[in-house]
């Protein structure tokens, strides 16, 4: 089992930025591929950004492409959302997940999920 915990969600206004990190442990080895994604209130849960552990991979979702950067700290098992430049409809619920194989955009391949944490953006 991977478990993972999500931090650094909060209140920012527009325009701001935030950093979410996203903390793996146990049977780290099962998470070569770790995601985010996020639900806003009364829409479906939708990708957002993914990377890889080993080669380093990077993917974005196009809405937040340019804004949004990741990185992540081997030694920690930890990766990180940098979110820039944000808008209100940036606010969601952020979910990281892990997965044992290549990044993907299809949340069914996840197969562990952090409880998430919450990003509210004011205009």
């Known amino acids: 089992q991977v478990q993972l915990v999500e931090s650094g969600g909060g209140l920012v206004q527009a325009g701001g930025s935030l950093r979410l990190s996203c903390a793996a442990s146990?049977?780290?080895?099962?998470?070569?591929?770790m995601g985010w994604f996020r639900q806003a209130p009364g829409k479906e849960r939708e990708f957002v950004a993914a990377?890889?552990?080993?080669?380093?991979?990077?993917y974005y979702a196009d809405s937040v492409k340019g804004r949004f950067t990741l990185s992540k700290d081997n030694a920690k098992n930890t990766v990180y959302l940098q979110m820039d430049s944000l808008i209100p409809e940036d606010t969601a619920i952020y979910y990281c997940?892990?997965?044992?194989?290549?990044?993907?955009?299809?949340?069914?391949?996840?197969?562990?999920w952090g409880q998430g944490t919450q990003v509210t953006v004011s205009s």
């Open positions: 990377i890889s552990w080993g080669v380093v991979r990077t």
């Open positions: 146990g049977r780290t080895s099962s998470a070569r591929s």
């Open positions: 997940a892990a997965r044992d194989g290549t990044t993907s955009q299809q949340q069914s391949q996840y197969n562990f």
